[in-house]
C-alpha cells in the first residue's frame, strides 16, 4: 500500500504503508539515534511530531513491554528508510508493523529519509501529514497548511498523569548500570512533576534513594510542599514550555524552599519560572550521539537529546551560572542556581536510549539534597 509524507512547505515523497491504514498531522522532525527506536516511540516528549529516523534501518529488533517508556506510543506518524519485515532478537515479542499498528500510528518506508532530514536541517522542522488513506498530494499539502503551529498547543495537559501515585517500579538488574544510591542511604520523599515523563526517570529516582511520588503538572506549588517533600523533579514534555503556565507558577512558587532537578522541558520550565528566556531550534536536537562539556570540570559527555526549544544563557539571573554547553552549537545544556537550590539539564542522563555517560547527575541532585537535609538539621536553614 503506497503512504505520502507532505511538508507544508511544498514538498512530497511516497513511499510504502505500514504500521496503521490512516491519516496523521504533526511537526516534522529527525531523530539520529542508531538504536533505540520503541523508547523514542514511547516517549512522550514526541506529541504532536512526526519523527524521520535518520538511521538507514529500523525494525531489527521487534518491540516488547520492558523496553516501552510510557504505556502507548505518543508520536504522530513515524518514517523510515527500510523496514526489517522480521525482527530478530531473543526478548522481541511483536513486529514494529504490528506494534504501530495495534496502536494506530501510521509509517512510511521507503523514502528518502536522508533527503527529508537534510531538507529540514536546511529549512527547518516544518508540519507535514503521513497518510495511507489519501495519496493526493495537493489535498494533503492543504493539510499539513492548515494545520495549528505546535507553539499555539497546550502537550503537556495531553501527557501528564491524571493523579499522584507512587513509584515502585526498578530497573532490571541484569543490564543497569549502577547509579549512587542505593539502600545504605536514607530515603528522601521526592514530589516528581510530570510533565510527559519516561518511566527509566522514575526507576534512577527510586535507585538514588529518593521515595517518588508521581504527581500532575498541573499540581500548585503549595500543593507539592503539603506532601512534606525533601526534594521536587521536574520531567521531560512535550512542546513549547511557554504554554505550561501552570507548571512555571508551581515551579516559581517552589523555587528556594526545596531542592529541584529539572532535566529537558523541565530545566525549560525552571528557567522561565526564575526569570530567563527560552528560544526555538531550527531544527532541534534529538539523537543519542550530542557531545555536552561540564564547564565545572571540562569533562566531555556523549548524551541522549530530544528538545526544540533551548534557554538563552545570557538571559539566566545574576546568581545562577550555566554548567553545561553543547558543543556542536554553543547552546546552554544546564544550570545551577546556588540560592534557590536549582540544579537543570537540557538532555536525558537517564538515556533510555542513549550513552550512560550523565547517569551521575542524579547521584549530584541527591548529594544536593543531603547537603540541603543537613543543613537544615544544624539548624543553618536552607541555603
Avoid at 308 to 317: D, F, I, Q, S
Wanted: charged letters at 20%; aromatic letters at 6%.
Amino acid at each position: 500500500m503506497e503512504a505520502v509524507l507532505a511538508l507544508a512547505d511544498g514538498r512530497v515523497f511516497r513511499g510504502r504503508a505500514f504500521g496503521a491504514v490512516g491519516e496523521r498531522v504533526g511537526e516534522v522532525v529527525f531523530n539520529t539515534s542508531m538504536t533505540g527506536y520503541q523508547e523514542i516511540l514511547t516517549d512522550p516528549s514526541y506529541r504532536g511530531q512526526i519523527v524521520v529516523m535518520t538511521s538507514p534501518q529500523i525494525g531489527n529488533v521487534g518491540t516488547n513491554p520492558a523496553d516501552a517508556e510510557s504505556e502507548a506510543p505518543h508520536v504522530e506518524g513515524f518514517v523510515v528508510r527500510e523496514l526489517s519485515p522480521v525482527p530478530s532478537n531473543w526478548r522481541s515479542t511483536q513486529a514494529l508493523h504490528e506494534y504501530l499498528s495495534q496502536n494506530e500510528i501510521p509509517g512510511i518506508a521507503e523514502v528518502d529519509t536522508r533527503a527529508i532530514t537534510r531538507h529540514l536541517r536546511s529549512r527547518g522542522v516544518v508540519n507535514g501529514v503521513v497518510s495511507s488513506r489519501a495519496t493526493d498530494a495537493e489535498a494533503l499539502l492543504r493539510t499539513a497548511r492548515e494545520a495549528p503551529s505546535l507553539e499555539s498547543v497546550d502537550l503537556v495537559s495531553q501527557v501528564t498523569c491524571a493523579e499522584s501515585r507512587a513509584w515502585d517500579d526498578p530497573r532490571d538488574p541484569r543490564w543497569a548500570t549502577p547509579v549512587e544510591g542505593g539502600p545504605e542511604r536514607p530515603r528522601v520523599r521526592c514530589v516528581a512533576y510530570d510533565f510527559g515523563a519516561k518511566r527509566n526517570i522514575f526507576r534512577l529516582l527510586h535507585e538514588s534513594g529518593f521515595d517518588v511520588t508521581v504527581v500532575p503538572a498541573t499540581l500548585p506549588g503549595e500543593d507539592a510542599l503539603a506532601l512534606r517533600p525533601g526534594a521536587v523533579f521536574l520531567s521531560n514534555g512535550p512542546g513549547d514550555p511557554a504554554t505550561a503556565t501552570y507548571a512555571i507558577e508551581a515551579v516559581r512558587g517552589l523555587a528556594g524552599r526545596v531542592p529541584m532537578f529539572g532535566i529537558c522541558l523541565g530545566h525549560q520550565i525552571a528557567a522561565l519560572a526564575i526569570g530567563a528566556t527560552t528560544t526555538k531550534l531550527k531544527f532541534g536536537h534529538r539523537g543519542a550521539n550530542h557531545p555536552v562539556r561540564d564547564l565545572r570540570t571540562g569533562s566531555v559527555a556523549v548524551t541522549s537529546q530530544n528538545h526544540g526549544y533551548a534557554v538563552l544563557a545570557e538571559t539566566l539571573p545574576k546568581g545562577t551560572a550555566m554548567t553545561h554547553v553543547n558543543l556542536n552549537d554553543g547552546t546552554c545544556e544546564g544550570f545551577f542556581d546556588e540560592s534557590r537550590q536549582l540544579l537543570a539539564v537540557q538532555y536525558h542522563p537517564e538515556s533510555s536510549p542513549g550513552p550512560h555517560d550523565a547517569l551521575g547527575l542524579f547521584g549530584e541532585f541527591r548529594r544536593l539534597v543531603d547537603r540541603t537535609r543537613s543543613h537544615l538539621a544544624a539548624g543553618k536553614g536552607a541555603r
